[in-house]
């Protein structure tokens, strides 16, 4: 089945500094990443949508400037976190649409926690 | 508008005894609707998808879900709870847009405890 992986698993870092996420589709080309953030006990909450060679769409309330997203290629997305806050710390969890699957059907990365101090 | 609902955040089970998970989605087409399940600290993983196919569909572990269009339903149900089924699971709808382009709409998530 299709694979998705990201890097790093787990990140503290300081109140200030910027940290980037990256998700990769490891056997198939994804076109479209997308990015969700999960709150302790919360469900998962739609950042924004990555295109390959585009900007991302961005969910409403979500700030892109704090949020940074590349897809410069079919398998790579990134998301910077700049000059995190405390309040940034969450799971973030990556995923990506094979074109050629079922419609709909995304696959999901393993996430990513990141600790902000 | 799209949404789905899972009905209960909290369900306790027996070791054993059969698992009910409920979920109402609310869709103008017909939907593609998912149940995936969240281990502590782990990412998601697939356990069935309803793609308009036939209505009552088998996944991984054990676990069915029927999708009932008359009721809007999409319930996740196993007949004997394991220990390991203990897990976060979550239904989603996923909403598709002109270009082939969707999104994922995620229910609040039902915490299944399995007990001995």
């Known amino acids: 089945g299709a694979v998705v992986s990201q890097h790093p698993s787990r990140v503290i870092c300081k109140s200030g500094t910027s940290v980037k996420i990256e998700c990769r589709s490891l056997?198939?080309?994804?076109?479209?990443m997308f990015w969700y953030r999960q709150f302790p006990k919360q469900s998962l909450m739609l950042m924004a949508t990555s295109n390959e060679g585009s900007k991302a769409t961005y969910e409403q309330g979500v700030e892109k400037d704090k949020f940074l997203i590349n897809h410069a290629s079919l398998t790579l997305s990134t998301l910077t976190v700049t000059s995190a806050h405390p309040e940034d710390s969450s799971f973030y969890i990556c995923?990506?649409?094979?074109?050629?699957?079922?419609?709909?059907?995304?696959?999901f990365g393993p996430g990513t926690r990141l600790t902000v101090t | 508008a799209q949404s789905v609902t899972q009905l209960d955040s909290h369900v306790s089970v027996s070791e054993g005894t059969p698992v009910l998970l409920r979920c109402n989605y609310s869709s103008s087409y017909s939907p593609s609707l998912f149940w995936y399940v969240q281990h502590p600290n782990k990412g998601l993983q697939l356990l069935l998808k309803y793609t308009s196919a036939a209505t009552l569909v088998k996944g991984i572990n054990g676990f069915e879900a029927e999708f009932k269009k008359s009721e809007t339903s999409f319930h996740l149900t196993k007949p004997s709870a394991h220990m390991s089924d203990a897990a976060e699971y979550f239904c989603v709808v996923s909403l598709l847009f002109s270009g082939g382009y969707n999104k994922l709409i995620f229910g609040a998530g039902t915490r299944l405890a399995v007990h001995p």
């Open positions: 995923s990506a649409r094979d074109p050629a699957g079922v419609v709909g059907e995304q696959y």
């Open positions: 056997d198939f080309q994804a076109t479209t």
